[in-house]
């Protein structure tokens, strides 16, 4: 079960982290336009629940599965920091 709890850690921090990132911009830029960063800081909520949630309810075999939500994680925070990156540069 080690392994599960360094799951549920992981997620934690690197969402904990992704959201951080997004809050400390929109601190130290508050004249540009936060719509577009709102929405991803809302959609690495929901990367967080739905991940929470599988990790909460695994499925057998429970290694595959802990393994395939790690990637999720990852594969996830990718897409989000692709998102923000454009979101920054497309922003005046």
């Known amino acids: 079960m080690n392994n599960l709890r360094v799951i549920k850690k992981d ?7 992704f959201i951080d990132d997004c809050t400390l911009f929109l601190a130290l830029n508050p004249d540009r336009n936060s719509d ?12 967080y629940n ?23 994680l990852f594969a996830g ?6 998102k923000l990156s454009a979101a920054i540069n497309t922003q005046e």
């Open 11 to 17: 997620i934690e921090y690197f969402i904990g982290e």
């Open 36 to 47: 577009a960063i709102a929405a991803i800081i809302d959609e690495s909520v929901d990367l």
């Open 50 to 72: 739905s991940l929470k949630d599988k990790v909460n309810h695994p499925e057998e075999p429970k290694k595959a599965h802990y393994r395939a939500v790690r990637n999720d």
């Open 77 to 82: 925070l990718d897409q989000l920091c692709e």
